[in-house]
Each structure stands twice: as C-alpha cells, then as structure tokens.
C-alpha cells in the first residue's frame, strides 16, 4: 500500500474516534446529576423564575439523546459548535479560535528550545554514562518532572520582581491597550517556566534511547571500524535513537498543549487555555465542550501523524 | 493408556454449533454491549456515592432549618406573644434547600443509579446468555477431526456424538474420559476427574483434535493434582516476602531513592501528626480553645485573626509579646501558614492517594481482564485505551470540576468534591495502567503455575484476583507511586485554577488565594507561596524520586 492510501485510510479511521470523543465527553458532561440552569442562575429569584425559559433556549429541555443529536450534527456537519451560555448571540468558535495561533506559536518555540537543549543534554549524559554528570542530570530532571509548572511560574515571578523593585502586575500583567508583545516579559518567563519540564521530559527520553542504542551491535561494529567517536554518536546512535522519539514526541504534544491552560493563567497570556478556564468558572459549557473536542481531536490526529511519521523516518516500516 | 478402549473413538461429525457469520455478529455486539455496560455500572455508582453525599447535605439542612425555627420561636415567644399563635412555619423559609437551591432530589439520584446499575446488570446477564447459545468462535467440523480456535472444547460422555460448546473454560464431564491430541510442543489435553472439567492447552490458537478417547484415567489425574499442588507450592515459597527483601537491598543501592523515600515518610509522619494533634476533626471548627491549646507553634488553620497585626504578618519565631511567632507567616485572612501547610498536608496526600488508588484499581481490573480474556474483547479495550491515553488529561479535568463545582459549593464535606471528580476522571485515566498490566498479564498466562490453576479447575475469577493480580502488583506499584505524584499535582492544579472545594483544605487552595491577593502582586507577601509551593514541590519530588527507584528495583524491563 502506498504511503497517500494509508494517510486516506487513516484520515477515515479518525472518524470513529472523533465520535467515541465527542460521546465520551458529552456524556460525561451530561450525564452528571446536576442542572445547569442551577448552576449558572444559583439563587437568584429572577433567572430562577425564567429557569425553564432559559432551559429552553439551551435546548436542555430535551432528552440526553436528542441533545447530544442536536449538538453533535452541526459541528460534525459543519463546524458549528452552537452558541455560548454566557455571552448571548456569540457562537463558540469566537471564544477560543482567535486564541488557537498565540497559544501554537509560544508552545511551538518552547518546543523547539526544549528539543535542542534536550538532545544535547542527552547526549553528554549517555555518552558519560553512570558519571557525576550523568547522575546529576537526571536527579535535576526529576527535579525539573517534580515541580508543578505553576509554582514554577509564580517562583520566577516573584524573584523577577523583588529583583526589578517592581509590581508584578505591572512587570507580567497586559495592562488594557497593551499589544501581546509589548507583553514580552511575561512571554520570556513563561517560556522559561515551560522549558524547565519540556527539557525535564526529553532529556530522560533522549537518554534512555541513546543508552539503548549505544549497547547495540552495530555501534559497536562502527566502532571496531575505526570510525571517530563523533561518527558513532551522531552519524549512527542519534539518529536511530530519534527514532522512537518522533512517535513519543508527536504523542504528548496535545498534553503539552492543554496544559497551557495553566501557564496561560499564571502569566494572563490570551491563549486557548485560559479561554476554557473563563468559560468554565462561568459555566459556558458550550464552550467547555468544544475545547475538549478540540484537543481531543488534536490528539487523536496527532496519533495518525505519529504513525505516518515513525513510517516515513523509518526506512524498515513497510505499510 | 492400557484402559483405552478402542472401540469408542468418535468422529465428531454432528454437532451443534453455530454459522461463524451470525456468532462473529453476536461475539462483537455482545462484547461491545458489555463493555458498555460495565461504564455503565460505574456511572451508577457515581450517582449512588452523589446520592449519599446529597443525602448528608440533606440531612445538614434539615437541621439548620430546625435550629431556624426554634430560634425563630423562641424570639416570638420572648417578645411575650402566645406560644399557640405562633404560625410562621413558613415553608420557604425552613424548608431544606440542598447545594443548588432545592432543585437537586438526593432520592432521584438515589433511584437513577440503582436503576442504572440494574439495567446494565441484566443486559450484562442477557448478554452472557446469549452468547452462551449464538457467540461461539469459528468451530469447524471435518472428517480430519474438530478445528477449534482459542477455544476450550469438551464432550459429554452420556452421548459421545453431541458435542456442546460453551464460552466457559470448561465444560462439566459426566464421566471420565482422556482426550488424545495431536501431540506438539504446545498443545496438550489435561482433565479434572474430582471436578467434573476436562480442558484443553494450547499455545496456538488453533489446533486439531486428532481423536478422543474414553479412559478411565484415575491415575493421569494424581499425577496432574501432584503437578499442580508442586506449582502452588512454589508459588507461596517464592513469594513476597523473599521478594521484598531483595527489591530493598537493590533500592538500597539508589541513594537519590533513599532521599525520595525520606521525603515521603516525613511527609506522612506530618499527615499523621496532623490528623493525632487536632482535637476537633474535621479542622474546620472555629476553636478558641484549640488556638491557646496549640504547641509548635501550630494554631487552627481555619482561624483567621481580626487583629490587623496578624493579616498577612511575616514569618518570625517569636511575636513581640514572646508567645510563639507565625513561622512561615500569615495569610489574607490572618491564618498562620505554618497550621495550614501542616495540616493541608493531610489532605493533599489522602486525596492524592484516593484519586491514584481508584484510577489504578479500574485500569488494573480493565487490564488484567482484558489481557486474560484476550481476543475481541482485549482488541477493542486497547483500542480504546489508546486513544484515551494521548487525550489530554487536563482540559476534561477542567470540565468535570466545572461541572461539580456548583454542587459542592454549600457542602461541608472534606474531600467529596475531589473524591467525586478523580473518580469521574478515571473513566479516562484508567488507560495507562491497563496497558502496562495487560502486557504483565499476556505474559504470565502462559506460565506454568496459572495453566495448573486452570486445570484444577479455578475460575476465571480465581485465577485473576489470586494470581494474575498478585503477580502483577509489582507494576501496579511503580504506577501507584509514580500516579500519586500525578495526583497531587493534578488536585493542586485544579485548585489553584479555582476549580477547588472550599470545604477542604488543599494546598492549591492557598496558592489560589494568594495570587488573586493585591500584596502578593505587589511583591510583598511574599510567604505565602514560596512555601506553600515548597511543601508541594518537595511532597511531589519524594513521590517521584522513591517511584523511580522503585522502577528500577522492582522491574528492569519497565525502564522508559
């Protein structure tokens, strides 16, 4: 089978797994015993008085199936994720389709940097492998695993401001008006603040498999060969090491991602995150919802990407 | 083989079997619908603890209500009206509201998830029925003997020429009789006489019954008990407490483990002070006693001070009168951070521990069945479990603590709220454990001491919550504690998010606070977090450190 027919087949097989994802998430939502007119109207004896108007209007008047029917058949049709609770008139893809590119790019450049320091790191521990560097690596990357990245964030916000003799509001905060840009030195801590568990992460991965290729035969064959040492670690170990990778790294790019949610909060950066973290404390379900689908979808699409991925680097995978 | 009469070979060729088409039809319905069946009975399970808590709650109100209305009594009465006149029993105003406002009926929960749990019991039963009768695999019948795949195959000995095929492992005996297989390296007959169960081993999946035969074989049976009786011997003598001792001299070796490991038991001796030193549990009583009482410099970590010289004071050891000072400060509130980091460690651990307990159970039950079991049913439980493990944990957290907020925002429980969403969230979390287990489980089925389980004749049941499950516990360990690290991260995550219970006290609530706090921003209290995230960041590096050198001295093979 030719590479473009099984990319077609595999694009189909997203299909079910999209749907499994949207049941899934659906009814877990709505399936919990909880009225959500309640939720949002609470107590107050107005909205109380309007509740089943307002059920109505959220279609929630109707059995979970047709619900789920009702909900499902647009945005599976035609993208459209229906209308938020909130914000009356405002369809859900305004609240968290502007926000998709910040969050890309700035996870898009701590994941580049994490790559780079990670190889590298990698590689000078396998290659000393059960040296002082070595064991100081990886008890930093546990370390690194270990801190929860918001306490992370608030650490580095906190020194840079008793540092700078400033309000950390006024250092990392977007004021009204302000550009994301202008906004840099929240980006630069946040970037810092991720780059300390993406590095963490790879560099364990990096090592493992650097260590697993240098036992094979071939090293050392290319070994016995005469080649230099630098031929051996990234003429013939690095590139079979990064194999596996591809696969591993494609895999928890959606959870890095979506744990943006509380880097974006810690820093106010506008990402996709923090526009379901308001939607959720508003109770915007709708919106909650298509977050989910969304990154639920990313995943499953980056699945496919990996295995297309391991193929095309992989010169024995035949599909 | 001296008794085998000869005569009494049977070629099997009427039987009763089903056409593969409508069986392979039943099979994959079937599996499908138990599956779904078994989602659920957990979420009916859900409903039920939903219930006990709304019932509580209940029962909560209630109360305040009556205290409402005697108090309401006794001022009318003071003001010198008639007992008899008076008349305010106002149903609005003493009638028991729950978490949202007197909409939420604890006995319609109640009702749902009994009626859940039930329905999905009988369609699980209706279902075992009728794959019994219709989901048999392909069995195909020919004069060169029975081709059975993956299957357990018997034949009543009352009428030698019906065979009956069920799904079970094994298939009771009338009499005693010997199968003669054609003999390989991987394929053997064994029967249990005293058990009334025959059984057929295979490696392969499919193999061919040369012939069978009749036999008494009394003496085959000792022989096979003997064999079995040896393994489960072996079994006991080899197993965990040679073990342990082993797994420590290698954890032992990791001196970065033994730091781990440090941690966490200091860690747990807090926890455990922490529960021993209050004298009002739950903490959440205001105790005026309790603050003159404390030593260590603890106070009631619910008290906040109103005197302004206690809001958000530094952290010093002493006060300027001399009484004990607030070592690691106080919060917005005048709280002494100290009190609550102390006794928040009790929770953030037990929640930690709850929430990593229930999603490893469901993946190591979902595992091991699904690794034994195998075939369809294992084909469609780890498709599922691969594309509930790259899905994004987070967001879905997000969304069920959205959820359940509302619900547990008047609730005076400590910890419900938690309990309630890992346990929601471990319909997806379940998938990683599974999958390590399954592969445990592959492995060990084809050792020999389950195949002796087997022919004496235990059941499935037996087998897996005796065996498969102790065996496999090593890994569910390195999980465990690797998952708890997870947890408390993840509940820490959720509170500092605003997704937290304000009924418990969790260290990610204290963060959230302090954040929102102007003083903080302004970079002066500058206490609050630094050292509530330390006891967060160390509490999570020992966990992490003592999983990892766990990993490395229980299982080699699991190393990354």
Known sequence: MSLGMYFIRRIFSLIPFTIGISVLIFFMFALTPIDPVNSVAGLDPGLQKNRDRIAASWGLDKPIPVRYWNWAYPMFTRLDFGESWTSKGVPVTDKFVPYVGNTAWLFGINFILSLIFATVLGIVASTNHNSVFDQITLFMTLVGFSVPNFVLGLVIQQSVASWSNQKISAIFYTAGGKSLWENWPAIIAAELTMLVGGVAFTTRLVRSQMLNVLRQNYIRTARAKGLTERTVIYGHALRNALLPFVTVIALSLPGILSGSAIIEQVFNFPGVGRSLIRAALAFDMPTVLAVNMFFGTLSIFMLIIADIAYGVVDPRIKF | ?560
């Open chain 2, 1 to 560: 083989m001296s008794t085998v009469q000869e005569n009494e070979y049977v070629t099997p060729t009427e039987g009763k079997y089903s056409s593969s088409i409508i069986s392979k039809v039943v099979t994959v319905f079937s599996s499908a619908l138990i599956l779904i069946s078994i989602v659920v009975i957990l979420v009916g399970l859900l409903y039920l603890l939903i219930s006990i808590i709304q019932y509580q709650d209940f029962n909560n109100q209630i109360s305040i209500a009556k205290a409402q209305y005697d108090a309401d009594f006794r001022a009318y009465v003071n003001k010198g009206n008639d007992p008899s006149t008076f008349d305010a029993w106002n149903p609005d105003r003493y009638k028991p509201k729950d978490a949202v406002g007197g909409y939420l009926n604890p006995t319609q929960t109640l009702r749902t998830g009994i009626f859940l749990i039930l329905g999905a019991v009988i369609v699980i039963w209706a279902i075992n029925k009728i794959y019994n009768i219709y989901g048999q695999k392909s069995i195909s019948l020919s004069n060169e003997g029975v081709k059975i795949n993956s299957f357990k195959l018997a034949y009543s000995a009352t009428s030698p020429v019906k065979l009956t095929f069920l799904p079970e492992r094994f298939i009771p005996w009338e009499s005693i009789l010997d199968i003669v297989v054609k003999k390989s390296d991987s394929v053997f007959a064994l029967l249990n006489r005293s058990l009334n169960k025959a059984v057929i081993y295979t490696m392969d999946s499919s193999y061919t019954i040369e012939s069978l035969s009749f036999q008494n074989s009394s003496a085959l049976m000792d022989k096979l008990r003997a064999y079995g009786d040896s393994l489960d011997e072996r079994v006991i003598d080899f197993g965990y407490g040679a073990q342990l001792a082993v797994v420590w001299r290698r954890m032992k070796r990791s001196k970065v483990g033994m730091l781990g490991i440090f941690i966490v038991i200091i860690f747990t001796v807090i926890a455990i002070l922490a529960a021993v030193f209050t004298t009002i549990w739950p903490p959440n009583e205001i105790s005026h006693r309790f603050v003159e009482w404390t030593p260590f410099y603890l106070r009631n970590p619910n008290y906040g001070s109103f005197n302004s010289a206690d809001i958000k004071a530094a952290p010093a050891l002493t006060q300027a009168d001399g009484s004990p000072g607030y070592l690691f400060g106080t919060d917005h509130l005048g709280r002494d951070m100290f009190s609550r980091i102390f006794y928040g460690s009790f929770y953030s651990i037990l929640i930690g521990l709850i929430a990593t307990i229930i999603s490893v159970v469901l993946g190591g039950f979902i595992g091991a069945a699904s690794g034994y079991m195998g075939g369809l049913v294992d084909n469609i439980t780890m498709r599922i479990a691969d594309v509930l493990m790259v899905l994004p944990g987070l967001p879905i957290l997000i969304m069920i603590g959205a959820t359940f907020t509302p619900v547990f925002k008047t609730l005076n429980i400590e910890g419900a709220y938690y309990i309630v969403v890992f346990s929601v969230f471990s319909l997806i979390s379940w998938s990683g454990t599974a999958r390590y287990v399954r592969a445990e489980v592959l492995a060990l089925k084809e050792s020999e001491y389950i195949q002796a389980e087997n022919v004496l004749g235990a059941s499935n049941y037996r087998i897996i919550v005796k065996h498969i499950i102790p065996n496999t516990l090593s890994t569910m360990i390195i999980i465990f504690t690797l998952g708890v690290a997870g947890s408390i991260q993840a509940v820490a995550s959720l509170a500092f998010l605003g997704f937290g219970s304000q009924s418990t006290l969790v260290w990610g609530d204290d963060l959230a606070s302090a954040i929102r706090d102007s003083d903080f921003l302004s970079g002066k209290v500058w206490w609050v977090v630094t050292f509530v995230s330390l006891a967060l960041f160390l509490l999570t590096l020992g966990f992490n450190l003592m999983g990892d050198a766990l990993r490395d001295a229980l299982d080699p093979r699991l190393k990354e």
